[in-house]
């Protein structure tokens, strides 16, 4: 099987993909040791998928084209995997790459403005080293945290079918199985809202019924973690004013203060 450390040449057709990649590296430096194996391989999995035809296609194709502004960058045009500290107690969960962005950099919520948002805020909760993620050598570090999108691979207009969804779903499943830790899940929009609570039904510890409606700040108490809304940290968002920085502080001081309540193992 071809990982990520022993890529196909000339996968993506007249494209410039990095070759190499510093996910397993990455991940078993942060935590050595068994979770830290286990996360990367993985990762390394999750790194080689192909299942989805569209978004294969989609995702090789725009790391080809690029952006203007990225002309000279090699895009990674492939599943962006979570990334994080494997003890993590908080998860961060998004809805996919952006095109430019973690499609771009191979590093989730790394290289786009949502990513600037989202990390500032965990640094400012204590859960990053640093404010900024623009590269996956730019040595950002997260404590206590582990982010992910709920679909891997970059989507046409951000928008991946259900099919897509749920074919992505399991290596979160997976992830979850790995960081036994986790005490709560920080879903950012509705769309990581659902694709959590069907992993926590996978998980055999599904959501409330009725079904709680999504918000911001909305926590939901189940038998795995607690699941905590919070408006995602797009562009339309933040600059609408929906969003805004105090507001995403509240979330993730209440995420810190809900792992700390919470015992381990529950
Ligand atoms: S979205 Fe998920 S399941 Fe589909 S190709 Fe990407 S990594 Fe594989």
Same mark, same amino acid.
């Given at each position: 099987m071809?990982t990520?450390?022993?890529p196909?040449p000339?996968e993506?057709?007249g494209?410039?993909?990095?070759?190499?990649?510093?996910?397993?590296r990455?991940?078993?430096?942060?935590?050595?040791?068994?979770?830290?194996?286990s996360l990367?391989?993985?990762?390394?999995?999750?790194?080689a998928c192909?299942?989805c035809?569209?978004?294969?296609e989609?995702?090789e194709?725009v790391?080809?084209?690029?952006?203007a502004?990225?002309r000279?960058?090699e895009y990674?045009?492939?599943?962006?995997?979570?990334?994080? %500290?494997?003890?993590a &107690? !908080? +998860?961060?969960a998004g809805l996919?790459p952006a095109?430019?962005?973690?499609? @771009?950099? $191979?590093?989730?919520f790394t290289?786009d403005?949502s990513g600037?948002?989202?990390?500032?805020?965990m640094?400012?909760?204590g859960?990053?080293?640093q404010?900024?993620?623009?590269a996956?050598?730019?040595?950002l570090?997260?404590?206590d945290?582990?982010v992910v999108?709920?679909?891997r691979?970059?989507?046409?207009?951000?928008?991946?079918?259900?099919?897509e969804?749920?074919?992505c779903?399991?290596?979160l499943v997976?992830?979850?199985?790995?960081?036994?830790?986790v005490q709560?899940v920080?879903?950012?929009?509705?769309f990581?809202? %659902?694709?959590?609570? &069907? !992993? +926590?039904?996978?998980?055999?510890?599904?959501?409330?019924r009725?079904k709680? @409606?999504? $918000?911001?700040?909305?926590e939901v108490?189940t038998?795995?973690f607690?699941v905590l809304?919070?408006?995602?940290?797009?562009?339309?968002?933040?600059?609408?004013?929906?969003l805004?920085?105090?507001?995403?502080?509240?979330?993730?001081r209440r995420?810190?203060?809900l792992?700390?309540e919470?015992?381990?193992g529950?």
């Amino acid at each position: 099987m071809r990982t990520a450390q022993d890529p196909s040449p000339g996968e993506i057709k007249g494209g410039s993909v990095r070759g190499v990649s510093p996910y397993d590296r990455r991940v078993t430096d942060q935590t050595p040791g068994q979770v830290g194996e286990s996360l990367a391989a993985l990762t390394a999995e999750i790194t080689a998928c192909r299942a989805c035809p569209r978004l294969v296609e989609w995702r090789e194709q725009v790391a080809v084209e690029k952006r203007a502004a990225f002309r000279d960058q090699e895009y990674w045009g492939r599943p962006a995997p979570g990334f994080g %500290d494997p003890a993590a &107690r !908080v +998860l961060v969960a998004g809805l996919a790459p952006a095109a430019h962005g973690a499609n @771009r950099t $191979g590093r989730v919520f790394t290289g786009d403005r949502s990513g600037d948002w989202l990390f500032a805020a965990m640094h400012r909760a204590g859960l990053a080293n640093q404010p900024t993620s623009v590269a996956v050598d730019d040595g950002l570090r997260l404590t206590d945290a582990y982010v992910v999108a709920a679909v891997r691979c970059a989507p046409p207009e951000n928008k991946p079918t259900t099919e897509e969804r749920d074919r992505c779903l399991p290596y979160l499943v997976r992830e979850l199985e790995l960081l036994a830790e986790v005490q709560v899940v920080v879903v950012l929009g509705n769309f990581a809202y %659902d694709a959590v609570g &069907r !992993v +926590l039904a996978a998980l055999g510890s599904p959501l409330p019924r009725p079904k709680p @409606r999504f $918000g911001h700040g909305v926590e939901v108490p189940t038998a795995r973690f607690t699941v905590l809304g919070c408006f995602h940290p797009s562009q339309q968002n933040t600059f609408t004013g929906k969003l805004t920085a105090p507001m995403l502080d509240d979330v993730f001081r209440r995420a810190r203060e809900l792992a700390d309540e919470l015992p381990s193992g529950r």
